[in-house]
T-cell receptor, first 115, second 111 residues
Framework: DTGVSQNPRHKITKRGQNVTFRCDPISEHNRLYWYRQTLGQGPEFLTYFQNEAQLEKSRLLSDRFSAERPKGSFSTLEIQRTEQGDSAMYLC?????????????FGPGTRLTVT | QKEVEQNSGPLSVPEGAIASLNCTYSDRVSQSFFWYRQYSGKSPELIMSIYSNGDKEDGRFTAQLNKASQYVSLLIRDSQPSDSATYLCAVKVQGAQKLVFGQGTRLTINP
């Protein structure tokens, strides 16, 4: 396993622009999660996929946020009309289908700065 | 009341001593508990998981779980300067897939 990968690692954008992040989970992990982390806080859950189905979404995921996992492999998270409050680290995690699939492994994250 | 609570620290421990990190949670149906280590500017790294009451040891790390008291802790023996990081406690509630994190405890090991 090469681990969870995320791209880009850093993104600086102007307020009002759209941004898209990509996450490639650990090979054959069928469960994929997106979290957001702001400075001094723990990660906060955004959404969860099992294969290609988006099964859970947080209230934090406003209508400006959308996530997809079209073929059950990589996932994208798009933020439309970015706001300064969207500045955060966006983390992707994955877990396997084995056992209870409890342990989540994080990628390196995408740090978003909205100016 | 926050779902998962940790003392934000900073917690300062001399090198070679035992570092003790604590976490309490509010949801009684929580079933899985995790400790992540996060270095500044990096993503969380899973270091321990524990699912049943009692102690679980892995090298210098020991996780302790007391479901009756809704309390989970992490002990780091023979602390090293490289253990200096923020330690995040995470809880998975039965029937849910998401992890709920505490705000983390910042640990500093002094040489």
């Amino acid at each position: 396993d090469t681990g969870v990968s995320q791209n880009p690692r850093h993104k600086i954008t102007k307020r009002g622009q759209n941004v898209t992040f990509r996450c490639d989970p650990i090979s054959e992990h069928n469960r994929l999660y997106w979290y957001r982390q702001t400075l001094g806080q723990g990660p906060e859950f955004l959404t969860y996929f099992q294969n290609e189905a988006q099964l859970e979404k947080s209230r934090l995921l406003s209508d400006r946020f959308s996530a997809e996992r079209p073929k059950g492999s990589f996932s994208t998270l798009e933020i439309q009309r970015t706001e300064q409050g969207d500045s955060a680290m966006y983390l992707c995690a994955s877990t396997s289908r084995d056992g209870a699939g409890r342990e989540q492994y994080f990628g390196p994250g995408t740090r978003l700065t909205v100016t | 009341q926050k779902e998962v609570e940790q003392n934000s620290g900073p917690l300062s421990v001399p090198e070679g001593a035992i570092a003790s990190l604590n976490c309490t949670y509010s949801d009684r149906v929580s079933q899985s508990f995790f400790w992540y280590r996060q270095y500044s500017g990096k993503s969380p790294e899973l270091i321990m998981s524990i699912y049943s009451n009692g102690d679980k040891e892995d090298g210098r790390f020991t996780a302790q779980l007391n479901k009756a008291s809704q309390y989970v802790s992490l002990l780091i023996r023979d602390s090293q300067p490289s253990d200096s990081a923020t330690y995040l406690c995470a809880v998975k509630v039965q029937g849910a897939q998401k992890l709920v994190f505490g705000q983390g405890t910042r640990l500093t090991i002094n040489p």
